[in-house]
């Protein structure tokens, strides 16, 4: 079992910056990929950003150059550097951790922490 808990969302005018943080524990030796996603208000959860154990990166397209993402193996953290933020960046940022022990995989979800950017 892996539990995560996000925080460092808030609200932010236009062009602004956000740090989101999760911290995970429990078994994280078992992580393997982490990701932030984000679920606005009557759309389908996307993802946003993912970084592996050796840390591969990927951005959604709309996240490039403005996201960066990063992780502390150690600390058990992944953080989501989010600038020029826009207003349809705004949602529920959702911190993911994907796991393999003895072969078996695995998903785990933080609560979400919420994200607004306005005027």
């Known amino acids: 079992q892996v539990h995560l808990v996000e925080s460092g969302g808030g609200l932010v005018q236009p062009g602004g910056s956000l740090r989101l943080s999760c911290l995970a524990s429990g078994l994280t030796f078992s992580i393997r990929t982490m990701a932030w996603y984000r679920q606005a208000p009557g759309k389908e959860r996307e993802l946003v950003a993912q970084?592996?154990?050796?840390?591969?990166?990927w951005y959604a397209d709309a996240a490039k150059g403005r996201f960066t993402i990063s992780r502390d193996i150690a600390e058990d953290t992944v953080d989501l550097q989010m600038n020029n933020l826009k207003p349809e960046d705004a949602g529920l940022y959702y911190c993911?951790?994907?796991?393999?022990?003895?072969?078996?995989?695995?998903?785990?979800w933080g609560r979400g922490t919420q994200v607004t950017v306005s005027s």
């Open positions: 993911r951790a994907h796991t393999i022990v003895a072969d078996k995989e695995g998903d785990y």
């Open positions: 970084i592996t154990g050796i840390a591969d990166t």
